[in-house]
């Protein structure tokens, strides 16, 4: 009977976090990509940690390339007419999107300076820094409070990336512990904040807009973050030379710059479902179990060493995503929230 019982709990957790079989898709596509990105930029670099194209003309032609991606398939699943009349009926989307193509914009061009101060592994292990901030600002707009275990293993997660940090040497010294707070764990923390706001703030509209199609929404952001590309280049004084058509055909015709790229606007599009489908705190904890794979994967291909403080750090990690999957924020109530969307959504085009 008890086994029946825990069987059954068990099921009905994991039917919580991934209700369709396409969720558990997006879930497992989404870590795939950003492990295959972190490695992809690191291979990226010159032997000086440096970066030999724009990364700024990159983060613009990806945003470019998932603009055009969003527009074919809208174009594929109604019409490119029907584009045209959601564009005339719902052009405030644009400004809507706008705070978040703006963060989106600092967080994918803070990414490239953040993988040349760290190795891929710390650089994911530094990122889930974002769960406290994510679980705060996702209680204040979508009004659903974190329960106390959701918010335990939410601060044991960042507990795990905070170990990875800590210099283990001072065991076998008499010097005191001390975190050491560098510019380039300020600019992490910086992208933290970005990663953050700008997810919940995008997932929170893409499940209130109820009027107005995923993709069209896609379409929007795509746009803001093109001009907001544009107008960071022209703060640094780049324009010029970001928008040179030499910067771009570096990128397009060296295989590993291109692939950096293509894998970026790969993350972008499935983002966009993954919070449609699911959340930000289950993105979060997705961002997390990249974590082992990294680790193993960049000791292979780069030879990158895994210290004690790392494998301490993945197995806290690790523990949290487990603890939280007992408990997780239930995805069927955003499921079904899509469903009544959809059926507001054509009774408002009958009506108009």
């Known amino acids: 009977m008890g086994g029946t019982v825990a069987v059954t709990t068990s099921t009905s957790n994991s039917n919580s976090m991934f209700p369709t079989t396409t969720s558990f898709i997006l879930f497992i596509s989404y870590m795939a990509l950003f492990i295959?990105?972190?490695?992809?930029?690191?291979?990226?670099?010159?032997?000086?940690?440096?970066?030999?194209?724009?990364?700024?003309t990159a983060v613009l032609l990806t945003e470019?390339?998932?603009?055009?991606?969003?527009?074919?398939?809208y174009s594929q699943q109604d019409s490119f007419l029907a584009y045209i009349v959601e564009i005339r009926r719902n052009w405030k989307a644009f400004?809507?999107?706008?705070?978040?193509?703006?963060?989106?914009?600092?967080?994918?061009?803070?990414?490239?300076?953040n993988l040349a101060n760290f190795d891929p592994t710390t650089y994911f292990l530094l990122l889930q820094l974002r769960v406290g901030v994510t679980g705060v600002v996702f209680q204040i707009l979508f009004k659903q409070r974190l329960s106390s275990h959701q918010w335990f293993s939410l601060v044991l997660l960042m507990i795990g990336c905070m170990i990875k940090e800590i210099n283990l040497n001072t065991f076998t010294s008499n010097a005191p512990w001390r975190f050491e707070l560098s510019t380039g764990i300020i600019l992490i923390l910086l992208q933290v904040c970005c990663s953050s706001s700008a997810g919940v703030y995008n997932e929170y509209l893409l499940k209130r807009q109820t009027q107005i199609p995923l993709l069209f929404q896609n379409s929007c952001l795509y746009v803001d973050s093109v001009i907001c590309n544009i107008l960071f280049l022209t703060?640094?004084?780049?324009?010029?030379?970001?928008?040179?058509?030499n910067a771009l055909r570096t990128i397009l015709f060296t295989p590993i710059y291109l692939f950096v790229v293509l894998n970026n606007a790969a993350i972008g599009i499935v983002t966009s479902f993954f919070l449609s489908h699911?959340?930000?705190i289950l993105k979060t904890f997705a961002s997390a179990l990249e974590l082992l794979f990294t680790a193993v994967l960049c000791y292979l291909i780069f030879g990158i060493p895994i210290y004690i403080n790392t494998i301490i750090s993945i197995f806290v990690v690790s523990f949290a995503i487990w603890l939280y999957s007992k408990q997780p924020v239930d995805n069927r109530k955003a499921f079904q929230?899509?469903?009544v969307q959809e059926e507001e959504r054509e009774k408002f085009i009958r009506e108009v």
């Open 36 to 56: 295959n990105q972190g490695i992809l930029v690191t291979a990226s670099q010159d032997s000086k940690k440096q970066y030999s194209y724009n990364t700024v």
């Open 95 to 113: 400004l809507y999107y706008f705070p978040t193509a703006f963060l989106y914009c600092l967080y994918n061009n803070l990414s490239y300076t």
């Open 235 to 245: 703060f640094q004084g780049n324009i010029s030379t970001g928008l040179d058509l």
């Open 278 to 280: 699911l959340n930000s």
């Open 64 to 73: 470019f390339i998932k603009l055009v991606i969003s527009v074919i398939m």
């Open 337 to 339: 929230v899509e469903e």
